[in-house]
């Protein structure tokens, strides 16, 4: 993980600009060394807006959309389309205006999907889903997200991963079904700590 790095901008807008130009850099470093690129979203207000901002950005016609592998990082445990889910709302922002290899979108699994209310097989499915895509020398069960965007909520949680829940203390298991969330929908699945903290940065 990259060591922490403390960057004050004047507004959100420029912000977001701002996060998507490192966003773009680190996409194209990576599909320049590597040949493809691994990138974990976030949802909310900031997060979207990012997304607008890299679809507005003159750069990012440098990144090779198809070499692209895209994750996130939680998701609202609600049927597939809702607009709150946090793939529909990326796809608005940006996913459905670039050329994405559809087999590279990793979403995660949504209520009305074959696990149906049960969200810890769906969190289970996601896990075997990302130790899948993990190489040879990658660690912790995942692949080594080049990036890992997180928004920080009010009440400080990152990912779903809400202070006094269970799920923040997870040490062994990568991703985890949500129950009881402060923030609606209270039901989510989210990465794990160790999950993050296997990105190079975040």
């Known amino acids: 993980m990259s060591a ?17 130009a490192r966003l773009i850099t680190r996409i194209v470093d990576a599909q320049a060394s590597r040949g493809s690129a691994s990138v974990v979203l976030t949802g909310g207000r900031n997060g979207n807006g990012l997304l607008a901002a890299l679809g507005a950005a003159p750069a990012r016609d440098a990144v090779d ?10 998701e609202r445990y609600l049927p597939d389309g809702d607009p709150e889910r946090n793939v529909t709302q990326a796809r608005e922002a940006l996913l459905d205006r670039v050329p994405l ?15 149906g209310d049960d969200v810890e097989a769906a969190a289970a499915a996601y896990a075997e889903e990302l130790a899948a895509a993990a190489g ?3 660690h912790g069960g995942v692949p080594a ?3 890992l965007m997180l928004g ?12 006094e829940l269970p ?4 040490s062994e298991r990568t991703v ?3 129950r009881g969330a402060p923030k609606p929908p209270p039901v989510r699945i989210s990465l794990t700590l160790p999950a993050i903290r296997a990105a190079r940065e975040v």
């Open 101 to 115: 290899d559809p087999a590279r979108v990793h979403a995660m699994p949504a209520s009305d999907g074959p696990y």
């Open 136 to 138: 040879p020398g990658d």
């Open 65 to 74: 959309w198809s070499r692209l592998d895209l994750w996130w990082g939680d």
């Open 4 to 20: 922490p790095q403390l960057v004050v901008h004047r507004d959100k807008e420029l912000m977001a600009q701002a996060a998507a």
């Open 176 to 178: 985890v079904g949500v």
């Open 167 to 170: 799920a923040v203390r997870e």
């Open 152 to 163: 920080v909520g009010p009440d400080t949680h990152v990912a779903s991963l809400f202070p």
């Open 145 to 147: 997200f080049d990036v």
